[in-house]
């Protein structure tokens, strides 16, 4: 890389040693089949994706919990991978259920009442990688919220459904393809 004289008295010398060697960093991730700056480790074999809607077995939650969840699913990892979503059968597959949907007081106050509440979800996943068996797993993955035990949880549950659903998809994006 030349530079004239007057800019090459400008540069520091690592300022010239990064304008060197940013290109060249560049140029070397270019070669990585499987690193992306959204964090993913795909191996580019692979394609399309597939996500089946999560079954709600806790019993309890809202109407709609499970159709919710899976399509907040579908569209994180439609916007985080530059995998095609299809119905059936897809190089990357995710199927479960939720199994938790669970209310508890917390934090007792000196007038024995719970000042605050906690809401938690947990969803069983199945991941199967069609192309690398050793990356299939089955695992439960849950999180929570909690709101003021004087709030009614029909105020606030779609926002803490939203909140733990990020939690965990989030949860499950890095088991399943960013490997973490």
């Known amino acids: 890389m030349l530079l004239n ?35 993913t480790t795909i191996s580019p ?40 979503q299809v119905r059936q059968a897809g190089d990357l597959q995710f199927d479960g259920s939720i199994v938790g949907y669970d209310l508890a007081p917390l934090s ?23 192309k690398d068996a050793e990356q299939n797993f089955e695992q439960e993955f849950s999180f929570f919220a909690d709101f003021p035990a004087g709030q009614s949880l029909t105020v606030v549950e779609t926002g803490l459904i939203d909140r733990i659903s990020d939690q965990i998809i989030l949860l499950i994006f890095n088991k399943s393809v960013a490997n973490w």
Do not use: H, W
Not at 6 to 26: E, G, H, N
């Open 45 to 84: 074999d692979i394609k399309t994706l597939s996500i089946q809607t999560f079954i709600n077995n806790s019993g309890s939650g809202p109407a709609g919990l499970q159709q919710t969840f899976s399509e907040k699913m579908r569209d994180y990892f439609q916007r985080n991978t530059r995998l095609a």
């Open 108 to 130: 007792p106050t000196s007038a024995d009442q719970a000042s605050q509440t906690r809401l938690t979800m947990r969803v069983k996943v199945n991941f199967i990688n069609t």
């Open 5 to 39: 004289k007057s800019v090459r008295r400008l540069l520091t010398l690592p300022a010239r040693l990064m304008l060197f060697l940013l290109p060249a960093a560049l140029m070397g991730l270019s070669g990585c089949g499987t690193y992306s700056f959204s964090g």
